[in-house]
């Protein structure tokens, strides 16, 4: 785990009144999968088809997926939507809950919030028989995938993190408190 000396940097919710309007607010809890994408999209679609430059908030508690999954929402909100999306990471923003998370204009976390960062898995259905060439796409797919879950947290970083300092972070199943990850630049503060 990262040594980080740093002073929480907090923000008071009440001084954000205006962009937390429960109306607007959504949640993904749970896991990163196909109908929670689904459904959560649909849901930014009608608060953007409603009032386009109002802030849209996300509250992200998620043990995390397939990273494929994670990364269509991360594309199709800084890239297609582009709602003035604030997302507010609470408990577990674990995997690729990490990349939702990160689709944010404004990244927020809650003091009890941890986030995990790890290589990419696969688990398989036993039993299970796969080929050589088989084998080399699913080793070639998931360095492709780390590569590219890395790049997206040091381009969110700020400037803070390289892809390699990620890349090895998620080698050795970093776990971030909430104030790590402001250092780190993965979020814009602490909520209290």
């Known amino acids: 785990m990262p040594t980080i000396?740093?002073?929480?940097?907090?923000?008071?919710?009440?001084?954000l009144a205006i962009s937390f309007d429960p109306h607007r607010t959504i949640q993904w809890i749970g896991?990163?999968?196909?109908?929670?994408?689904?459904?959560?999209?649909e849901k930014i679609q009608s608060l953007i088809l409603e009032s386009p430059l109002e802030p849209i908030n996300l509250l992200v508690t998620s043990h995390g997926g397939p990273t494929g999954i994670g990364m269509s929402f991360y594309d199709s909100m800084r890239s297609i939507y582009k709602p003035n999306?604030?997302?507010i990471g609470s408990g577990d923003v674990d995997s690729s809950g990490i990349i939702v998370f990160l689709s944010g204009a404004r990244r927020f976390l809650t003091p009890?919030?941890?986030?995990?960062l790890h290589l990419a898995g696969r688990t398989f259905d036993m039993p299970k028989r796969l080929t050589t060439p088989e084998l080399e796409s699913i080793i070639k797919e998931d360095k492709l995938k780390d590569f590219q879950y890395a790049s997206v947290i040091a381009d969110r970083s700020g400037g803070q993190l390289t892809v390699q300092k990620v890349l090895n972070l998620m080698a050795h199943n970093t776990v971030l408190t909430p104030t790590e990850a402001v250092k780190l630049g993965i979020a814009d503060s602490v909520l209290v």
């Open 31 to 41: 896991g990163v999968s196909g109908c929670t994408l689904a459904e959560v999209t």
């Open 112 to 116: 009890n919030t941890t986030l995990l």
């Open 5 to 15: 000396s740093s002073k929480i940097i907090t923000e008071d919710v009440s001084r």
């Open 85 to 87: 999306l604030y997302t």
